[in-house]
């Protein structure tokens, strides 16, 4: 038999276009995998010669999904330049701006992007395998889902005036206070969003055993894990140091946040826009590390709420070192989502949660800036350099997709090798391919900085190169 | 969440990119409608896409309206088309329908209201966010009729 290339494109459910090819050997066995991010956009590029302060609104047009992670980001590059420190209030508003966003990102990657394939199977018919299907089998648990992300997006036009795209987080800190009655509408909302919190965990981990292949074959093997912790080391998605920890759960290194240029280096592959990071000390490939839920849960010393905690002791003991299957990154989503609502909660309870002064105002006093932050699918970097008038000569974006680059591609050809057998193609066997990458809730169009279409492909193509199949939806 | 309890005469949700010129009618006719409109019974939406999550506000209404452009047709020129429930096959979240959100409404929240699908044909869907005058026109005749209709026509809250 010869050698054959399998395409899946588009790969559906994810956020942006991609596709991935499956090259087989002789004897029909996977031999090598590829995740192609297929869009192109070069944010980095057109921003230059635009004022600094106008990144923050510039940058989270990257993103229809997590917007606010790009401002967040941006504004403490911004915040850099400037040289000031940004006052209490705005760093807690902005906290709390940032749960909110990954607490409706991860409701959007589990109920809407996940459950599909983890409430009605793997090898369900496609054409029902989506939210509407979930609908049906499930009224429940996708009211559940609408409601949560529903809130998050709600916190955020509260606190930052629109949903999508707010302007509120500003260089040397945000825009306006938080007012007496969106901090109470808030607070009215978390008990009930913490109880869907738990039911969807209860229910994830009832289900898990259903999923033992996948929790085998997704993505399961040792990487180092990367992400912001506090000083204490607690769980922290606003500043903090960069933690590198190993597969063994040993800690490798912890960094000044800022310094990135030390320790990261990336890589562009001829199959992909999408570059690639590693860590720099063990060099490529075996600097490959992942970021996101299961990287921070994994590096963290501890949760800092109560029943996060809870759940994040329970979830450690899955393994003895690190949380190696990127299955569990739903799992892991899951906690930060009951996270997320008990650490607004306290923001929000805290005595000056009310304060007025929540901005510093400042001219350019650096001509470089580093803004580092944890994004719903993991650390997000923004780096700008400008000249004395403050225009942008310089700009360089690293996004948690491209953290994690290198661990999809991995996994893809995990999942293909365990799942894929021969030149006859089900739809199951590549919908598992597909799903390896969903555990991740890869951001494309975040992640190339895309002129706007979506999805994924997957070829099959033989050792001369001959395409032989191809799946894809638009 | 107590806030969104409250049920809608009517529910306005204009939707589209304001970044792709004309793409962008459908937005800022809600935009401009929620100028003129001050009414607690009636609330207006500008969406860039229309997602799952909009099921919800739609079953407290009692009719709904979409306002939305399209590739085809006349610039220039409005089409209302009455809508009725229909499920959803797509297999992807970023391409809900209204009927679909109306069919999940009614099978979510056991209620979907009457609906209708303003379509402003638009020429230009380029990068831009400048509308064809042809359009700006036709956005700003359906904004101007759309206010009387609501100023006289009231539904009661289901």
Redesign the interface.
């Known amino acids: 038999m010869p050698r054959q290339k399998i395409v899946i494109d588009p790969v ?2 994810i956020e942006g276009h991609a596709k991935i090819s499956l090259h087989l050997d002789e004897e029909g066995h996977v031999e090598e995998a590829y995740f192609h991010v297929t869009q192109f956009r070069g944010f980095e590029k057109f921003c230059e010669g635009r004022p600094f302060y106008e990144m923050p609104s510039l940058m989270a ?1 990257i993103c ?1 999904i997590c917007p606010v992670s790009h401002l967040i980001a941006s504004a403490k590059a911004c915040d850099a330049i400037l040289a000031v420190r940004i006052p209490e209030g705005a760093v807690r508003l902005r906290r709390v701006l940032n749960l909110a966003q990954i607490l409706q990102s991860h409701a ?1 990657s589990f109920f ?2 996940s459950v599909p394939d983890l409430l009605l199977g793997m090898d369900s018919d ?7 299907g979930v ?2 089998a499930n ?1 429940a648990m ?2 559940d ?3 949560l ?3 998050g ?2 916190i955020v036009e509260w606190l930052a005036g629109k949903r ?1 795209h707010p302007a509120w987080v500003v260089p040397g800190g945000v825009g306006s206070p938080l007012t007496a009655e969106n901090r109470d ?1 808030i607070l ?2 978390i008990p ?2 913490l109880a869907i919190a738990t039911r969807a965990l209860d229910w994830f981990k009832n289900e898990m055993e259903r999923f033992r292949e996948e929790i085998r074959s997704f993505a399961n093997f040792p990487t180092l894990f990367m992400g912001l912790v506090g000083d204490d080391g607690s769980l922290e998605h606003y500043s903090g140091k960069l933690r590198f920890l190993d597969a063994g759960g040993h800690i490798v290194a912890d960094y000044a946040d800022t310094a990135y240029d030390n320790y990261l280096a990336e890589i562009a592959h001829p199959w992909s826009y999408l570059k690639t990071s590693f860590y720099k000390p063990l060099g490529y490939p075996d600097g490959v590390y992942r970021v996101g839920p299961l990287a921070r849960l994994n590096i963290v010393d501890g949760i800092g709420t109560p029943r996060a905690s809870q759940e994040w002791a329970e979830f450690r003991d899955l393994d003895r070192g690190a949380v190696l299957s990127s299955f569990y990154y739903h799992y892991a989503r899951l906690i930060e989502i009951l996270y997320a609502l008990e650490k607004i909660e306290q923001l929000l309870h805290h005595p000056d949660a009310l304060d007025s002064h929540v901005r510093a105002h400042a001219s350019v006093n650096n001509t470089e800036g580093i803004g580092v932050s944890e994004a719903p699918r993991g650390t997000l970097m923004h780096h700008y350099k400008v000249d004395r008038d403050g225009l942008i000569t310089w700009a360089n974006l690293i996004i948690a997709t491209g953290h994690n680059n290198a661990a999809m591609n991995r996994g893809v050809l995990q999942v293909a090798r365990h799942f894929v057998h021969g030149n006859k193609l089900t739809e199951g066997m590549l919908n598992r391919v597909e799903a390896v990458i969903r555990t991740f809730d890869p951001c494309l169009s975040c992640s190339t900085h895309a002129d ?1 279409r ?2 994924l492909e997957v070829e099959l193509r033989s050792h001369k190169g001959e395409l032989l199949d191809v799946c894809h ?1 638009r | 969440m107590p806030h969104t309890l409250n049920t809608l005469s009517t529910l306005v949700i204009g939707y589209g990119n304001t970044l792709r010129g004309d793409d962008g009618a459908g937005f800022l006719a809600a935009e401009l409608l929620r100028d003129r409109i001050h009414r607690p019974d009636i609330e207006i939406l500008s969406q860039h896409q229309l997602l799952p999550e909009l099921m919800e506000p739609i079953s407290r209404a009692s009719r709904v309206i979409f306002i939305d452009a399209s590739v085809s047709g006349r610039a220039g020129k409005v089409h209302r088309i009455p809508l009725r429930p229909a499920p959803a096959c797509a297999r992807v979240t970023h391409h809900a329908t209204p009927e679909a959100l109306l069919a999940g409404a009614q099978s979510l929240y056991g209620h979907t209201p009457e609906a209708t699908l303003y379509v402003i044909p638009g020429r230009n869907f380029q990068v831009g966010q400048e509308l064809t005058p042809s359009v700006r026109r036709a956005v700003n005749e359906l904004v101007d009729a759309l206010e009387k209709e609501l100023a006289r026509h009231f539904v009661a809250a289901p």
């Open positions: 559906t459910r047009r229809g959007l809407y992007l496609p054409a029902t395998r989506n939210v509407f609908m049906e009224p996708a009211k889902g609408i409601r992300r529903q809130f997006q709600q999508i509408r009215a909302g009930e969003a706007g979506l999805s939806t």
